[in-house]
């Protein structure tokens, strides 16, 4: 099975510049299983074949490892490390537990034990001084104090501008830089409601894209690779970042809400709203608990033997022709994170919708 590095895994993912979905260096075929796409699967018999590279991730950043813990390079179908005969045997573990345990929910995983270690500890530390242990808990709210999701959306709305404000804009232009381990590329950003959006990240080896057109994403350009559709996961969260008016459509979007405990995002107190859709992992939205404005989305794509998650966080907002918008926003993963700076935004200029298809 080709399974590329976490290295690569890490540039795709920032110069592909997927704003939602996670993004592999090479695509599984579409429709088929594990088994029937790659060699010497044994472990992970059945499961769609676009999720095996994301369970590798999800196993990776579990570990805290790199592929070539359990791989061979060049070789990767071949049985010849220990480790990765043992880690059919933890798959096997972890699903048979939550089999039994849990109904099947996915509550252990991986990361349970491993927390980033390639070795799990089973034995408390003892402690190392006299001093007693500090207990950092989230700020607390009384429950009379604490909003309902009405309450949250509806502030939320009204410090963006407002529902009328808002719809008034039905395009936007922005221009600015990644930035992904210590480099800047220049980028482009088209959005047009009411759900099409399209990056394009200028790199030395040739722009990268990121679109999404209505219906499904696509990913292309960059060292002359051909441009390929997302898979099912990849399309799901690319169309929360298309929703033009996803500020007045949230409560179209999901199907549920839940007021989670109040955090902190940075200094800043939050408000945490759960959102849930049927079928779905849940989205967790933190609001600014003075401005209202969206500071961070938290969601997760599902493989079988856990979940990957995406965090967004929003900042630097500003105001565009009576709207604010995040000129600023920070898009971390389990294998690499990098910010996208916006130095400037038209709205409401003329975009073809043949700009959003894929080639």
């Known amino acids: 099975m080709h399974s590329p590095s976490r290295a690569v895994l890490i ?33 992970l018999n059945g499961t769609p074949a676009d999720q095996v590279f994301p369970s590798m991730q999800f196993i990776a950043a579990s570990l805290g490892v790199e ?23 933890m798959i096997a573990m972890t699903l048979a537990i939550n089999k039994d345990s849990f109904d099947g929910h996915k509550e ?10 390639h070795d799990p500890v089973g034995t408390p530390p003892v402690l190392t001084s006299d001093a007693q242990p500090e207990h950092h808990e989230p700020p607390a709210a009384s429950a009379a104090a604490a909003p309902t999701a009405d309450q949250i959306l509806e502030k939320y709305v009204a410090a963006i501008g407002g529902a ?13 830089n990644i930035s992904f381990a210590g480099h800047d590329t220049p980028i482009e950003l088209f959005a047009k409601a009411p759900d099409k ?8 080896s040739g722009d990268s894209i990121t679109a999404f057109d209505g219906h ?22 690319a169309r929360l970042d298309a929703d033009f008016y996803f500020a007045t459509h949230i409560k179209e979007i999901f199907t549920g809400f839940r007021v989670g405990r109040p955090d902190t995002i940075g200094d800043t107190p939050a408000y945490t709203l759960i959102c849930m859709r049927q079928g779905q992992p849940p989205v967790r939205l933190y609001f600014d608990q003075s401005s209202g404005l969206l500071l961070r989305q938290v969601r997760y794509t599902d493989t079988p033997i856990g979940r990957n998650p995406t965090q967004i966080d929003y900042a630097d907002y500003r105001d565009v022709d009576g709207v604010k918008v995040p000129f600023r926003w920070t898009l971390a993963r389990v294998n690499g994170r990098f910010t996208i700076q916006i130095q400037e ?13 894929k080639p």
């Open 108 to 117: 252990v995983t991986c990361y349970t034990c491993h927390r980033g270690g």
């Open 11 to 43: 540039a795709v993912a920032a110069f592909a510049i997927a704003l939602s979905a996670p993004v592999y260096a090479q695509p599984a075929p579409a429709g088929k299983t594990a088994e029937q796409a790659f060699k010497n699967i044994q472990a």
């Open 345 to 357: 935004a038209k709205q409401n200029v003329p975009i073809d919708d043949a700009k959003f298809s």
């Open 164 to 176: 009328e404000a808002l719809h008034k804009i039905t395009s936007r232009i922005s221009k600015g």
């Open 216 to 237: 499904g994403g696509w990913l292309g350009g960059g060292a002359g690779h051909a441009a390929r559709d997302m898979s099912g996961q990849e399309a799901e969260a």
């Open 67 to 89: 592929c070539d813990f359990c791989h061979v390079q060049g070789k990767f179908e071949a049985d010849d490390k220990p480790a990765k005969k043992t880690a059919r045997k």
């Open 197 to 204: 959006r399209m990056s394009v990240s200028h790199a030395a």
